[in-house]
């Protein structure tokens, strides 16, 4: 986009070429140029405009094409006033008149030969741009002969009779009118996608990759060169049968001269082989060296192709007035190689009496009347028939109806009795015409197919045309009906002339080694030899011209990375490196050197492409594209939908072990484009067809929720970002990808604070890291930021609205808040057990991983261990699912399962053991049952005092909206207060715990001591060990802050960071070790009944029942590699919110990894199948 300037002209003297000049320096740093590269304008005498221009690379997504072209900057300078309007808009939209003028002077080149023939003409010129010349070919020039010339080949002159003997008159007609209806309805869809837009040179390939996307482009792209290849193949193995059969036999390097069987059909493949060589190798050093003159030459093929069939028309017209004389022998009812000898009868009767023929001499032993001749030959009479007894012969009847033969069957005549013993073995085979290889009918259809292709030859063009969207249908589908036309008549008019045995015979040996269709033609067979020689070495040329530059589109897509070096060529943009694949390609065919054989595979793959045509037209109609406006009126998603099962019947009709080697090529593109190649979109019908699919999928789901067998965690992940938008907890997204083992749902969100309008870029660069991070940790799914003005709206507005319709999370992944004990960081837990109602009002399970830090990369592996689930209450059993798709993955793959629960006084622990493997047992899954027994034992003074601690803290948090001065009188009065009643009751030491950071991992069970080994070694039972847990902001008084840990204890472990940390007393003297503490001491501790009593009872039932469950836990679980438990619901009372962090706090104390789980109130697990 160009840069717009006002300059006003302070200096009446000086001109704009040197305001110019200024501009130019001042922009560019360069000196003032001589001439203008920017446009300058004097704009009513007061004013210069000065527009700077940007690149003129047209973008792919730029709103029309060429969008940088000089005349739109002319036509974006506008007055001002008039539109002053919309002078912000001026800027990123282009005035209406911009975008006419652009479109008007777009210009379409197509690649290939025009931009090679260009550069060779423009060497010698300047590097002035030459303006382009409009495109001016009409529909008969740029499409219609094109297409005739490339429909029209090798088949119908080298094959159609044979075919039409073999298949008879209605089976052939039959193949042939299939073909052509699958051909015509490939042009009508193919019409449809053509006048939808511009097409730019690329045809086919252009049009399906734009309709299907990339993978499907790049499939079917690669066949159709593969197809287009292997008819350049196809070609040159016509052109050398011609060559080598009918025009000169004798150039054979392999001799075929009294050679019978194997060996005859050895030596004409490798003749085939040799010569299709050579001629390949002459053929692409033309289109290397200079393709123009293919061009050039083009218009001469058409005429010899024209001027063949319309020999063959006359020659028919010519027989209903005076058959041609093509004498054709047959011994019985046999058909005789007409070639070494002249007259076709056993003896001739001269003047001196009954002469043997040089027949009698081939059969016989000698030439004289006794001799000892071949049984059949002695049993059967030699006779001669007209091989084109005429269009009024009637010979119609008996050709409508095929013969097929094996491999080495004589070619008999139908209807005619032959003197014949089974039993005697065949004799002198060299002598009859056989068949050369086995025939049916599904191999005359992968023969014929070949000959209906060449459709795409205007599309090809479309860069040519004066109007590509009328010129193509019509010039294509009128192609097509005259081709069809010719092909049909050819099989009828072929029936009603040909005799039987001369259309069976492939290679006119019946017919003095005449070509079959040659015999028809008027007013020589030579018109017909010569010029479908021409006309092959043309289409051959032509294919190897195609091919390559196909190659080099595909490869300059970018869409294959291994096809990327064929997009290289010479200087004046000539595929090189393709044309080089293209001829190894085309040698392959060559070197399988049979005609017959290699006609199936190119339709294999042009078959496909077609298939492919038509289900673009079909998804583009049915899911009513906007952008689907196809300028051809008359297609219909049932027509392409018709012609996309033809082909794909077409596909197996001709071979189907071909049929399916074409499918796992085109899918390996497809998968192998699908991972490995370049992400393009190109608003294609897949595309749309996956919305298509995901809105009736999401309508589907609206019926009701999945039942209990389908129910699977569909996650929401909740992170948090840091002052970058960087993840602060990439393991969140690890233990995500355990969980999910990329199934199911996965939202990954995240919440920042303030407004959008304000946040939109730190939204973006926060979505950004999220994708990344999801794509490190191999996490599919989607990310959702929201901007709020606060987090906790911003985190409720996530598990409100993410999802859609019934793809919606079910489970919600969060992190255990860090230093929820921090002063500064009171509104994270209180979001945080906002987070946890809101889960439980949505019925929404929750898994909150505590020590996330601690949790295992999706690198690691445990390869021992074990996840024990502590089962305390049945909510759904999530507690059962969670391990069993966490060992779904290869981190905990080879830890085993162990369920505990908990028995209380009046439960059967043995009864409740056996009820419970029964369970797991129904529920397929294998895991080691424990039940732990807790009897119900009096609540501890250890117990009371830090619930009497913690009830102390809360009231100190309470005062976090206090101003400074009353938060500190209010905190030192309750701790004064707390401290004079404890030194009253107990003088021995009060240790306090201070809690700044969540407790990083142990590395071991060594440096993590369990609670009860630390309470073993002090003769101070914990009830004694009081401790007093304080705010890291709230000081134990102003003038004795709490004293610091020194490096090497804050080198310890958690557990002995508690233990060796102690602060002063009130009165300043140092605080006694708990190991301090007299008998005396303990007996006083439970004088202390004045402050318990009025504890909250609940509270105190509460701790009593964390400190128990963590006893045991840690006692059992200490070694576990994870623990999953039962999360407790949060207070009704918001009052108590802090004691319910304190609660689970010490619910999980000691223990390494632990995930708290919390159902969503419905049943995720069942023992039914």
Same mark, same amino acid.
């Given at each position: 986009m160009s840069q717009r300037f006002i300059v006003s002209k302070s200096?009446?003297?000086?001109?704009?070429?040197?305001?110019?000049?200024?501009?130019?320096?001042?922009?560019?740093?360069?000196?003032?140029?001589?001439?203008?590269?920017?446009?300058?304008?004097?704009?009513?005498?007061?004013?210069?405009?000065?527009?700077?221009?940007?690149?003129?690379?047209?973008?792919?997504?730029?709103?029309?094409?060429?969008?940088?072209?000089?005349?739109?900057?002319?036509?974006?300078?506008?007055? !001002?006033?008039?539109?002053?309007?919309?002078?912000?808009?001026?800027?990123?939209?282009? %005035?209406?008149?911009?975008?006419?003028?652009?479109?008007?002077?777009?210009?379409?080149?197509? =690649? !290939?030969?025009?931009?090679?023939?260009?550069?060779?003409? #423009?060497?010698?010129?300047?590097?002035?741009?030459?303006?382009?010349?409009?495109?001016?070919?009409?529909?008969?020039?740029?499409?219609? &002969?094109?297409?005739? =010339? #490339?429909?029209?080949?090798?088949?119908?002159?080298?094959?159609?009779?044979?075919?039409?003997?073999?298949?008879?008159?209605?089976?052939?007609?039959? /193949?042939?009118?299939?073909?052509?209806?699958?051909?015509?309805?490939?042009?009508?869809?193919?019409?449809?996608?053509?006048?939808?837009?511009?097409?730019?040179?690329?045809?086919?390939?252009?049009?399906?990759?734009?309709?299907?996307?990339?993978?499907?482009?790049?499939?079917?792209?690669?066949?159709?060169?593969?197809?287009?290849?292997?008819?350049?193949?196809?070609?040159?193995?016509?052109?050398?049968?011609?060559?080598?059969?009918?025009?000169?036999?004798?150039?054979?390097?392999?001799?075929?001269?009294? &050679?019978?069987?194997?060996?005859?059909?050895?030596?004409?493949?490798?003749?085939?082989?040799?010569?299709?060589?050579?001629?390949?190798?002459?053929?692409?050093?033309?289109?290397?060296? !200079?393709?123009?003159?293919?061009?050039?030459?083009?218009?001469?093929?058409?005429?010899?192709?024209?001027?063949?069939?319309?020999?063959?028309?006359?020659?028919?017209?010519?027989?209903?007035?005076?058959?041609?004389?093509?004498?054709?022998?047959?011994?019985?009812?046999?058909?005789?190689?007409?070639?070494?000898?002249?007259?076709?009868?056993?003896?001739?009767?001269?003047?001196?009496?009954?002469?043997?023929?040089?027949?009698?001499?081939?059969?016989?032993?000698?030439?004289?009347?006794?001799?000892?001749?071949?049984?059949?030959?002695?049993?059967?009479?030699?006779?001669?028939?007209?091989?084109?007894?005429?269009?009024?012969?009637?010979?119609?009847?008996?050709?409508?109806?095929?013969?097929?033969?094996?491999? !080495?069957?004589? /070619?008999?005549?139908?209807?005619?009795?032959?003197?014949?013993?089974?039993?005697?073995?065949?004799?002198?085979? #060299?002598?009859?015409?056989?068949?050369?290889?086995?025939?049916?009918?599904?191999?005359?259809?992968?023969?014929?197919?070949p000959s209906v292709t060449g459709i795409m030859a205007g599309s090809n063009r479309s860069g040519d045309l004066r109007d590509a969207q009328k010129s193509i249908p019509?010039?294509?589908?009128?192609?097509?009906?005259?081709?069809?036309?010719?092909?049909?008549?050819?099989?009828?008019?072929?029936?009603?002339?040909?005799?039987?045995?001369?259309?069976?015979?492939?290679?006119g040996e019946g017919v003095?080694?005449?070509?079959?269709?040659?015999?028809?033609?008027?007013?020589?067979?030579?018109?017909?030899?010569?010029?479908?020689?021409?006309?092959?070495?043309?289409?051959?040329?032509?294919?190897?011209?195609?091919?390559?530059?196909?190659?080099?589109?595909?490869?300059?897509?970018?869409?294959?990375?291994? &096809?990327?070096?064929?997009?290289?060529?010479?200087?004046?943009?000539?595929?090189?490196?393709?044309?080089?694949?293209?001829?190894?390609?085309?040698?392959?065919?060559?070197?399988?050197?049979?005609?017959?054989?290699?006609?199936?595979?190119?339709?294999?793959?042009?078959?496909?492409?077609? %298939?492919?045509?038509?289900?673009?037209?079909?998804?583009?109609?049915?899911?009513?594209?906007?952008?689907?406006?196809?300028?051809?009126?008359?297609?219909?998603?049932?027509?392409?939908?018709?012609?996309?099962?033809?082909?794909?019947?077409?596909?197996?009709?001709?071979?189907?072990?071909?049929? /399916?080697?074409?499918?796992? /090529?085109?899918?390996?593109?497809?998968?192998?484009?699908?991972?490995?190649?370049?992400?393009?979109?190109?608003?294609?019908?897949?595309?749309?067809?996956?919305?298509?699919?995901?809105?009736?999928?999401?309508?589907?789901?609206?019926?009701?929720?999945?039942?209990?067998?389908?129910?699977?965690?569909?996650?929401?992940?909740?992170?948090?970002t840091d002052s970058e938008q960087n993840v602060e907890q990439p393991r969140l997204l690890s233990l995500t990808n355990q969980l999910k083992a990329g199934k199911g749902l996965t939202i990954v969100g995240t919440a920042l604070e303030g407004t959008y309008l304000e946040n939109s870029e730190q939204s973006q660069r926060a979505e950004k890291a999220l994708r990344k991070l999801m794509e490190t940790e191999k996490v599919k799914g989607f990310c959702q930021v929201t901007v709020s003005s606060n987090l906790r709206d911003a985190t409720s507005h996530l598990l409100q609205a993410s999802g859609l319709g019934g793809l919606k999370h079910n489970a919600v992944l969060v992190s255990w808040p860090r230093n929820w004990r921090q002063g500064d960081e009171h509104q994270t837990w209180r979001n945080f057990v906002e987070l946890v109602r809101e889960t439980t009002a949505a019925h929404l399970a929750l898994l909150v991983p505590k020590n996330i830090s601690a949790f295992p990369s999706n690198g690691e592996r445990f390869t021992e261990g074990h996840i024990d689930v502590w089962w305390i209450v049945h909510d759904g059993g999530m507690l059962m699912l969670l391990p069993f798709l966490l060992r779904q993955h290869k981190v905990w793959r080879k830890c085993k399962m162990r369920i505990f629960t908990v028995a209380q006084l009046d439960d059967n622990s043995i009864q409740m053991k056996k009820d419970l493997t029964t369970f797991l047992y129904h529920l397929r899954i294998d895991a080691m049952v424990e039940v732990v027994e807790m009897h119900d034992s009096d609540i501890s003074a250890y117990t009371y005092e830090k619930t009497l601690v913690m009830e102390q803290r809360s009231q100190m948090l309470k005062q976090i909206n206090l101003s400074k001065n009353e938060r500190e009188r209010e905190i030192q009065s309750i701790t004064d207060s707390s401290r004079g009643s404890i030194r009253r009751k107990n003088p021995a030491a009060v240790t306090t715990q201070l809690s700044v950071t969540e407790d990083p991992p142990a590395a071991s069970k060594e440096e993590k001591p369990e609670e009860e080994s630390k309470s073993a070694s002090s003769p101070v039972s914990p009830p004694a060990q009081v401790q007093l847990i304080h705010d890291n902001t709230t000081p134990t008084s102003p003038a004795t802050p709490a004293t610091p840990l020194t490096p090497a204890e804050e080198a310890k472990s958690p557990g002995e960071q508690i233990q060796m940390t102690w602060t002063e007393k009130c009165d300043g003297e140092p605080a006694k070790p708990p190991g301090a503490a007299t008998p005396e001491g303990i007996k006083d501790i439970f004088n202390m009944k004045p402050e318990w009593e009025n504890l909250n009872q609940s509270n105190v039932r509460r701790m009593h029942t964390a400190l128990r469950l963590n006893e045991v836990i840690i006692k059992k679980s200490s070694e576990a590699k994870l623990v999953l438990l039962n999360m407790p619901g949060p207070p009704k009372n918001r009052t108590g919110d802090e004691n319910y962090m304190e609660f689970l706090e010490v619910l999980t104390d000691g223990l390494n990894r632990v995930l708290l789980v919390r159902g969503g109130g419905r049943e995720v697990i069942t023992i039914y199948s």
């Open positions: 200096d009446g003297d000086r001109r704009p070429s040197d305001i110019q000049g200024e501009v130019n320096q001042l922009f560019e740093g360069d000196d003032p140029p001589t001439s203008s590269d920017a446009e300058v304008k004097d704009a009513a005498g007061t004013e210069v405009v000065v527009v700077l221009k940007g690149d003129s690379n047209p973008k792919e997504n730029s709103p029309f094409i060429n969008s940088s072209d000089a005349a739109e900057e002319k036509t974006q300078q506008y007055d !001002g006033k008039n539109m002053a309007l919309f002078e912000e808009e001026m800027d990123t939209s282009p %005035m209406v008149a911009s975008l006419l003028s652009s479109l008007a002077n777009y210009s379409n080149l197509p =690649q !290939g030969s025009k931009e090679h023939e260009e550069a060779e003409n #423009n060497e010698a010129e300047s590097s002035r741009k030459k303006p382009v010349k409009a495109p001016a070919l009409g529909t008969l020039m740029g499409v219609y &002969l094109p297409c005739i =010339q #490339n429909i029209f080949g090798v088949i119908l002159f080298l094959r159609m009779t044979w075919l039409v003997g073999i298949g008879g008159v209605i089976g052939t007609f039959f /193949i042939v009118f299939m073909c052509c209806t699958t051909t015509l309805l490939t042009a009508i869809s193919m019409s449809a996608i053509a006048t939808n837009g511009v097409v730019p040179a690329g045809g086919s390939y252009y049009m399906i990759s734009r309709s299907l996307g990339p993978e499907f482009g790049g499939a079917v792209g690669i066949c159709f060169y593969l197809g287009t290849t292997f008819a350049g193949a196809m070609y040159i193995l016509g052109a050398i049968e011609l060559l080598l059969i009918y025009i000169a036999p004798k150039a054979a390097i392999f001799p075929l001269e009294g &050679l019978e069987g194997a060996e005859a059909e050895a030596a004409l493949l490798n003749n085939m082989r040799v010569y299709g060589t050579i001629l390949l190798t002459s053929m692409a050093t033309v289109v290397f060296v !200079g393709v123009k003159y293919v061009n050039k030459l083009a218009l001469v093929f058409l005429a010899c192709v024209i001027l063949s069939i319309l020999a063959v028309y006359a020659g028919v017209i010519k027989t209903a007035i005076d058959a041609p004389d093509f004498p054709v022998c047959l011994l019985g009812n046999r058909t005789l190689v007409w070639k070494s000898f002249d007259v076709c009868a056993k003896t001739v009767e001269t003047a001196n009496g009954t002469v043997t023929t040089q027949l009698w001499r081939i059969f016989c032993d000698s030439p004289f009347l006794n001799a000892t001749c071949d049984k059949y030959f002695t049993a059967n009479n030699v006779t001669q028939i007209q091989g084109i007894p005429g269009v009024t012969s009637g010979i119609l009847t008996d050709n409508l109806f095929g013969t097929y033969y094996e491999k !080495g069957d004589l /070619i008999a005549k139908k209807f005619t009795q032959a003197a014949e013993d089974q039993d005697d073995p065949l004799t002198n085979s #060299n002598r009859y015409v056989l068949a050369d290889i086995t025939s049916f009918f599904t191999l005359l259809v992968g023969i014929y197919f019509i010039g294509t589908i009128a192609a097509i009906c005259t081709t069809s036309f010719v092909y049909m008549s050819s099989v009828v008019l072929f029936g009603a002339c040909i005799e039987g045995v001369v259309l069976r015979d492939k290679f003095h080694g005449n070509l079959v269709i040659g015999t028809l033609a008027w007013p020589s067979p030579w018109v017909i030899v010569i010029g479908s020689f021409f006309s092959t070495c043309g289409a051959g040329l032509q294919s190897l011209t195609g091919a390559p530059r196909l190659m080099q589109a595909i490869a300059k897509d970018g869409i294959v990375p291994a &096809l990327r070096i064929f997009g290289h060529g010479k200087a004046n943009g000539e595929p090189t490196w393709s044309l080089l694949l293209t001829a190894c390609i085309c040698e392959i065919g060559i070197l399988i050197a049979s005609l017959d054989a290699v006609a199936p595979i190119l339709s294999m793959f042009f078959l496909m492409c077609y %298939m492919f045509v038509n289900l673009a037209c079909a998804l583009q109609t049915l899911l009513r594209t906007p952008n689907w406006r196809p300028r051809f009126k008359f297609y219909h998603w049932a027509l392409s939908f018709l012609g996309m099962s033809l082909c794909l019947t077409l596909m197996f009709l001709c071979s189907w072990y071909y049929a /399916i080697v074409a499918m796992v /090529i085109a899918g390996s593109i497809y998968k192998y484009i699908e991972f490995a190649g370049a992400e393009k979109e190109w608003g294609d019908g897949i595309r749309g067809l996956s919305l298509s699919a995901a809105r009736y999928a999401l309508m589907r789901l609206e019926e009701g929720p999945p039942h209990t067998k389908n129910w699977r965690p569909q996650l929401l992940t909740l992170v948090s």
